[in-house]
């Protein structure tokens, strides 16, 4: 039995008590958040302890585990305190929005034999993981196009938006991470990053994006296309397509049901789809956290690794330059 | 170039004169219609003469195809005038409702030589023929089931109810005739039928159906049903369905365009389906055409024969003696 | 809490066991089966106790309900012992095949006013319920047919087929309460069954069927036809299709993934669907299993009743004489 | 009834043969081709002459319209001389790949007050035309992206390749037009063009690509992808999806029949879609026909006009600057 400790009881934090507290190998010791009430009312929930400090919580004895889903600006300091304490580590993505600070935090949290995780839940999914399998088994050929579509069903609040460190490093690093996990070995060596303003009047006065698209290729030549939005009033939109020399492969939307409707106005009409991330990627979540545990009880490397959060990291960095810039921008990962 | 008398200038009349018109090897000579102002329109279109009789025409020397178009209750008739022509017959269906007549009729027109394709459009559908294909060529396996799904968009109006033989007669024959076509070999030698007045109050006063179902049983043990109804307001619903012991076949429904819409209340919604046969079967129809030319030209047999609208007409008879007695009841094709 | 005696402990037992388990009002404090080792193997599981007799099982104090997911013949017996007690009631359909038994023991139940939902999982299904909620609220419409294909994707050994009471009586009867469950207070009145033996050779050594299909009409006129098979090979095959005067929904089958593929010999081919009703219905079992917990806690009447049970079985009882006269068969709930 | 001449007898103008003879309007009075084999096989089968010379041909007084669909190095030449003669014109696309060339001939033919409509077919698909017409009566909303995925089956020959003028003129110069038919009235600012050699050794010997994406900006900030393939293996691939405000429309491939399998591999599988351009937009070049054809008779100005075909050259331009530059290109109209 693995004893987690939970930084963070918003949105995204209660739906990792659950999934920790209904799993089988897992124990929710400790809950821990700035707001002490949310921290309260989700550790009654689950039958944990509310962490006094953050600190206290993670260097507990019985902390086996450090699940970091508070603000991002947080993450580092967790992580670097967890790796000291010697704890295994789970992070929410984004890492971190400062590339110098990940830099750091990497030097540091070499010196300590720890798993670290980061929280690419897409890579999790069924139907994403099949679309990649198709890749990687050669059932679609030598890769040469990818399609991302990501869109949310509706922009975040304006305190959200100020510290979310901007569209294209807090939404489409998503779409980065994908694209990664997708490629494998073939690297993305160029980006292209558009932004407009269509949506969202606190994204234009914050100067941030609600509507963007991307090109990036790889070192193979293979060409890769993201398109993101803030707002798609039928759902979540959540689509990859692989294109290769033997055909495509397509991991397509999911309605909540399989009803189709026909009138006199329009005939297989399904229900809008998922509303948003954690009804979407549910069963990612599920599994995503399993084959954490897994990692960490069998004491073997994670499959979504701290420098996966900083590679992805440096995308976004790129496609800023190139929004910027009005260029093509070659990627340095050093 | 073969010279076309076309029998009946209505709906379906207006319909066949076209494709007649657009055909590389057909002539449309004369239009016969007892609406002489009808037949005079469409002669005038398609640069034809007006019939004076249906005789004449049949009878005229120009003449090689007598092409019947007109009510039922004309049908008979004209073919036994044109076998005694020595013509090529192509009859709409049903061919005739009265099994008497048809059986004297068989029996006259076996003393001529000449080539008589029934109109069951259906089987020239690429879709459906795809389906039967798979059956033949063992893509699903041993058939066990079928299911046709075979709905109107909207009921006929009284005349044409008054003179129409009955729902089962009028309609279901064309499901009757897809499910021997689909078939082959195997014979159907068992039928319940179920009938019900739901939709349309001229159907009632009549005494007539506006919704059914149907089982049938073949020789081999494979089960058949049918459900028909007299208005779906998507749109004329033709569904056919195979199922195997290696798998299923859907000919499903086709709509206008190509076109998906996503909004706030539904995703994946497609256009209506086709309004009607006319439009629905327009492949069908063009094709029907072209192979009834084929084996006028080459001297062969029609695949689609006068003995297929009698046996789907027997169907017809056994299953409203099904519905009047309750009981399933066994085809005696004799 | 309630505390859970779970009566069997084979497949499906040890699914409702783990539902059970995973639900915050319940806890499964008793496992019994006439297998000692599977009991034990599933009590161990769970943190469960092993009965040693059902009787002890039932009356022990501390039991709140008698979850009965046993073999068909001991359910009858169960259920009246557990009534006696004063227990809430859950039992897997069908309740029994002998309708004397089902009478004498609903005699017996009447005089305890206990709870008692029989297992009809499929009415909570999320894609079912929506379309008996649109026959219900008049998106379709006055409903006017129905159409269920229900097919399992490989058929029963040798052992359960012996014991399962026969087609109609174990696979039909539940696409007979889905009928009933969507027509609602309009009552089936009349049923045809067909039956073919094309699959099993041991369906057919035991005079069992692996085919059917069915024709049943309501009060009002509606009618409605459900197909069954033992084999489909593309998995199991659950669809339902509701049929108005405003037009169609179809509860379509569900595959595990979203994904789409496209090579150059087919397009747009999704995954196979879900095995069978464990995968399919996951969903549905455990609404199901809350909705019961629900009533028991807040004392209200189940949604399904120990009657639904009674009445899909004279449906089911209906169909066989159906098959043995050749008739079209009058139902009598009394 | 309109005499044309029909400028090129190849594959594409075998088909504008084709329609040009059915169509009520039309006549085909003159084929040319450099090729006198094939123009004299193209006139024969529709009873035509054979020009022997293109300005015979052009300038002879029965002569109405001038139907070029000839290599594009002979467009220029031929819509001048056409214009000259007084002749309506339709002209395939690319009018002619030289800018210069195009703005001379632009200045020359305005002296003549002859109707030019330029051959972007794709515009009278009836699904594109839905999604377009989506855009204008808002009922997306307002627009937001654009997704085009235009990919052909199969790379062309050596021979083509050579005098094509480069994928982004040849074939992308499709999608420019479409994205500007769309758009409307808001204008494309920006273009970014990524290519790739992956498919086709040819291609690559040639400096020319076989892989392609664009990003493009709207004057108001609407953000269009484009991607293309020379070598789709299920087909000829032809999406494209509209987002806005409001919701998304996506015109989807279409396959030739409405079948669906079902097997132990896959479900709901379709046939391959259209092979290439002359089946899947059969519909769209008959209609691009007869609207041509409408605006001749009744003196109307074409839809689609030579300013048309010269703006989506411009975009190929600027996409092939924005390739060689590594930056994002201004576009420039003047």
Known sequence: MLNFVLMGAGRIGKMHAQNIFLHPNCNLSF???????????????????????????????????????????????????????????FCEKPSEFDIEKVNQCLK?????????????????????????????????????????????????????????????????????????????????????????????QECKDLGDHDTAMFIMKSQKGVLIHINNSRRAVYGYDQRVEVFGSKGMMISN???????????????YAKDPIHFFFIERYDQA????LDAFVKIVINKEKPSVTFEDGRNALILANAAYESFETGKSVRVDYK
């Open 285 to 288: 979540y599920k599994d995503q």
């Open 31 to 89: 809950v821990y958040d700035v707001n002490q009430e949310s921290a309260t009312d989700l550790a009654n929930k689950y039958n944990s302890k509310v962490a006094s400090s953050a600190e206290e919580a993670i260097s507990s004895k019985e902390t086996d585990v450090v699940f970091i889903a508070s603000a991002t600006p947080t993450h580092i300091n967790f992580i670097t305190k967890a790796a000291q304490s010697g704890k295994a580590i």
């Open 253 to 267: 939307n999911q309605s909540v049901t399989s009803v189709e409707k026909f009138d006199d106005k329009s005939t």
């Open 108 to 200: 540091e949290v070499k010196n300590y034999d720890v798993p670290i995780q980061i929280g690419f839940n897409r890579r999790f999914d069924n139907s994403h993981r099949k679309v990649k399998l198709a890749k990687e088994n050669g059932e679609i050929g030598e890769l040469e196009m990818v399609i991302i579509s990501s869109r949310d069903p509706e922009p975040p609040g304006l305190d959200y938006l100020k510290v979310a460190g901007g569209f294209f490093r807090d939404t489409t690093i998503h779409d980065f991470d994908l694209s990664r996990f997708i490629l494998g070995e073939d690297q993305i060596v160029e980006v292209t990053a558009y932004g407009s303003q269509l949506i969202s």
